[in-house]
């Protein structure tokens, strides 16, 4: 599943919207059973080879095709098979995907109100900068109360904190948890301010950030400036090209902050809902 995304990063780069940090962030947090995941995800595959899947995320579904499979229709038909038993999910193209929009529009989905603005940097163009010495990566043994802070408040989540930060240390305990990429600024007195995991991939070498968060105390304060750029320069120097980052339209604290980084707006990605 995260091949096929990071392949279509690299090749089709006009139409690809998802990254294999985004799959590894779906899966690996909250923490699911197998069962629970398996419900989820839907494969297609080809020869032995997966050329297509879904992962639902709640009232969301979240998919891919290898555009260059032989039959790619034949996988996006099944795809469409397997979601009929889900009628009320909503699901994204970006809206300069001609070709993808026509498809869902042709199965009788509209383009809803709800999308994301994605944004892109070419980390190439960046001057080296020195290292913030205020942003550190979390490591194993370290206490996650602090980091798990920052987006339980930036979030609004609403879970019990020691269960939050129970399954935070699950996630950094799974196989999608990206050691050394998980970021934290800390203020001069020690507390976390803001976070930013900064995944990168090798294959396209497009790194992503997801999730960014900046603690509603410390607001306006440039920690989250900090965090986006000592990962982008962390990626630049694992030899990333570019990075990507989302926020939801009309999110415009967000939105002005990745534009004073240097991100700029690359494309919309639009749900489409069936009336």
């Not at 809206?95 to 993808?100: C, H, M, R, T």
Request: glycine share 8%.
């Amino acid at each position: 599943m995260q091949e096929l995304l990071a392949r279509a990063l690299r090749d089709t780069p006009e139409i690809a919207f998802l990254h294999p940090g985004d799959l590894a962030w779906w899966v690996g947090w909250p923490r699911q059973t197998h069962d629970e995941l398996a419900a989820k995800v839907t494969l297609v595959e080809e020869d032995g080879r997966v050329v297509g899947w879904h992962y639902i995320d709640r009232e969301d579904v979240n998919e891919w095709v290898d555009q260059a499979a032989p039959d790619a229709d034949a996988a996006w038909r099944e795809l469409d098979a397997a979601l009929e038993a889900h009628p009320g999910l909503a699901r994204s193209r970006r809206e300069d995907d001609e070709a993808g929009v026509a498809r869902f529009r042709s199965s009788g989905y509209t383009p809803m109100a709800e999308g994301m603005i994605g944004f892109s940097i070419d980390i190439r163009e960046l001057d080296g900068a020195a290292a913030d010495e205020r942003v550190r990566p979390v490591a194993v043994g370290d206490d996650l109360r602090p980091r798990a802070s920052v987006t339980r408040a930036a979030f609004r989540v609403d879970k019990p904190f020691d269960r939050y930060v129970e399954e935070y240390a699950a996630f950094m305990a799974s196989p999608a948890y990206p050691h050394g990429w998980d970021l934290v600024a800390w203020t001069e007195d020690g507390h976390a301010a803001a976070c930013a995991i900064a995944w990168p991939d090798a294959v396209s070498r497009v790194g992503n950030f997801e999730p960014v968060a900046a603690h509603p105390d410390l607001h306006r304060q440039g920690y989250a400036t900090a965090v986006l750029r000592e990962g982008l320069r962390r990626l630049h120097g694992a030899g990333m090209q570019r990075a990507v980052v989302y926020t939801p339209i009309g999110n415009d604290p967000a939105i002005a902050l990745y534009r004073s980084v240097g991100f700029h707006d690359d494309h919309i990605q639009r749900w489409f809902a069936r009336s």
